[in-house]
Every structure is written in C-alpha cells, then in structure tokens.
C-alpha cells in the first residue's frame, strides 16, 4: 500500500464523527463554494440532473438547488453522517414547496453507482483531494455525463497547509499532511480522461490562528484528519508536540500563525464521442438534399 493512500475507512468516521459540528468551523470550505458559484454565471447550461460529490452538509446542494430550480439533484457522500445531517437541515415547506428534487446517496466518488450518461453536470467542491486515483475518477465521472455535460470541481493543491508539513519535518518519518495534485497535471489528468476544453485556475487563501493548537482544532472539526495509510499510531508525545508548536511558531507573522490553503479550480466538457463501443470510428458528414 502507498504511504499516501487514503484509508477509506478512517475517513469515513473521520467525516461522520465531525457532521454535526462541521458547518461552524467550514468556513474556508463555504468560501470556496460561493466562488466556484460565481463561476457558473459565466456558463451557460440548465441541468435537468446535477450530481454534487462530496456534498458533505449540503449547503452547496442547496446553492444549486437554488439556482437549478428545476433539477434534479444527487447529493453524493461517503460518510452517512455528512448526508444525515443535510437530510435534516431544510425545514418542512422549503422541502414541500420546493421545485427541485434533492435525493441523498451514500457511496464512493471512486466507483459512482450512476448509470452511464444519466447527469448534464458534475459539482464538486473541495472533495476529490480524498480520492487515491484521481485520474480514473475523472474517467468515472466521464462515464456517468452526458454528451456536453460540464464538470465543475475545485481541490487542494500542493502548498497547501505548506506551515504544518514544515512545522512536522525531522520531527519523526511519518506522514502528518495529506499529498495534493499539482494543477497542471489535474489538466493532464482530465484531457487524458477524454474531457474537452478544461480549465484551470489557482489561489491561495490563508488562514490565521492565534496557536497551534486552534490549528489542529480547526482540521479535526471539519473531519480532515490525516488519513493516509503512512499516518503515525497512537497518540502524539508531549515531547513531539512541543518540537512541532516550536517549528510552528517561527513562521508566526503580526501575532498570528498562518495556514496556507492552495484552492484549485476546474471545469471541462463532455465532448461527443469519436468512436463507438466497439472502436470503430464515428465520422459526421452534412449535405443537402436537393
């Protein structure tokens, strides 16, 4: 097993556990969310069905609800507690009055149980960080667009919480941060997966906190905890600690401790298939009959 494959499994309860408490410390998360929202006014598409991976709380779920009034939404999670809680969020007549139809499904960005062609679109904020082979995800997510269908996904890249993986080094071999993909190579990733037109785009929002440990608080709120398999066992030492807030407070800038988060954006389009099912080649011809 790779040292920074994610164990599933801890990731779920990871996830699960933070469900209830998770809106209050999401904030960075929401931001995100509101600026890939401000993206689509630049698109133009009106889904009829919309899949949101890694919907979490549902509060993006219920931004596209509010702007697709007439779709029809999946919300897509791997942790049950995530999707319990966005369950339960909208009150009664928002649900009974509302026009767009939410469904909830509990299950893997990794391996979707869609059929094939069933969505015009794709959400996903801040998700696909937690796959372990994130090129055949996006050819899974290929697989269940339709024909002009668009992805829209944001992620982490590699500078991201720069300060903590610095603040852990020499302190012992084991992995403390998770591993992201560089932007240009998620590019590579999507073209290769058969997708048309991909666009990129980065930006670093920093997070300040007065310590250390607000730092950790903050990830362990939001279920981001280490889940790679080359995490350390068992609880920290007090001797470790003390080295990591002594690494961690030589960054410290204006009487606060920063955490860098590098946020990648990107869509693409499900162009028309060159080939069919069997490899032959599809060739389009137009003429006139006179």
């Not at 899974?140 to 993986?165: I, N, Q």
Request: aromatic residues 8%; glycine residues 6%.
């Amino acid at each position: 097993m790779n040292e920074f494959e994610i164990d599933k499994k801890q990731m779920r309860r990871a996830f699960s556990r933070a469900a209830s408490h998770y809106d209050a410390s999401a904030l960075m998360q929401r931001e995100v969310c509101s600026r890939m929202l401000e993206k689509l006014d630049l698109v133009r598409i009106k889904p009829l069905r919309i899949l949101d991976v890694g919907s979490g709380t549902g509060w993006g779920t219920r931004q596209l609800g509010e702007r697709y009034k007439e779709a029809d939404i999946v919300a897509l999670d791997i942790a049950i507690g995530m999707l319990q809680s966005a369950r339960g969020t909208s009150s009664w007549w928002q649900k009974l009055f509302s026009a767009t139809q939410q469904r909830f499904l509990c299950a893997d960005a990794e391996a979707l149980p869609l059929v094939a062609r069933s969505v015009e679109m794709i959400w996903s904020n801040l998700a696909v960080q937690w796959c372990n082979d994130l090129p055949a995800t996006f050819v899974e997510m290929g697989r269940v667009l339709k024909t002009d269908g668009l992805l829209m996904f944001s992620t982490f890249g590699p500078d991201t919480l720069r300060e903590l993986r610095t603040a852990f080094d020499g302190v012992d071999d084991y992995n403390h941060v998770n591993r992201f993909a560089d932007m240009h190579d998620i590019g590579d990733m999507l073209v290769a997966a058969g997708f048309a037109d991909p666009v990129m785009e980065m930006e670093k929002i920093t997070l300040t906190y007065n310590d250390v440990k607000a730092v950790m608080q903050d990830l362990r709120n939001i279920g981001a905890h280490n889940a790679t398999a080359g995490r350390a066992p068992g609880m920290m030492g007090k001797a470790k600690w003390a080295r990591i807030v002594q690494n961690y407070e030589t960054l410290r800038r204006d009487g606060r401790l920063p955490a860098t988060f590098e946020v990648v954006y990107g869509h693409a389009w499900k162009p028309e298939p060159r080939s069919t099912r069997d490899g032959a080649s599809i060739i389009k011809t137009s003429f006139k009959l006179k």
